[in-house]
């Protein structure tokens, strides 16, 4: 399980819910849909986006998510959900996110998220700070050279 997760510089484990299987006997779609935002915030607390924001107005908003389901998920299981950037622009970035079945060592779900920079104070997108870039730059290892 460690090579399916080796890019991804933030990851963490939380356990499959009897509640979050459906009539089908296996883990809601929207349930992925909240494992992705888990791993979001993770991924902003890294980054201390939040302290930024409040400073600034300047934060994160979600642009558009999606989901590719690999295999189901049933309880009992603990899954690994993984978040990493893989393409930074001048107002947006796209995050990459897994799903990891511990039960089955394999990916459950892989999905996608556009987030763009947005500025609360003025209500509209802004540029991504280069403070923010760089913070990306530093959690994902890449100093861009």
């Not at 978040?83 to 060592?105: P, T």
């Amino acid at each position: 399980m460690q090579e399916l997760l080796r890019t991804y510089p933030v990851v963490f484990e939380t356990p499959v819910a009897w509640g979050e299987m459906d009539s089908l006997q296996h883990v809601n779609n929207i349930v992925y849909f909240r494992y992705f935002e888990s791993a979001r915030m993770a991924y902003f607390d890294k980054l201390d986006f939040w302290t930024y924001m409040a400073e600034t107005g300047v934060g994160p908003i979600l642009a558009s998510t999606q989901c590719k389901f690999r295999l189901p998920l049933t309880y009992p299981d603990n899954v690994f959900v993984g978040a990493r950037i893989s393409e930074v622009g001048d107002d947006r970035f796209v995050m990459k996110y897994i799903v990891v079945s511990h039960r089955h060592a394999k990916i459950a779900a892989e999905g996608e998220g556009v987030i763009v920079s947005y500025d609360y104070r003025e209500l509209r997108k802004t540029a991504l700070p280069e403070e923010i870039k760089g913070r990306i730059r530093v959690l994902e290892k890449n100093d861009g050279s």
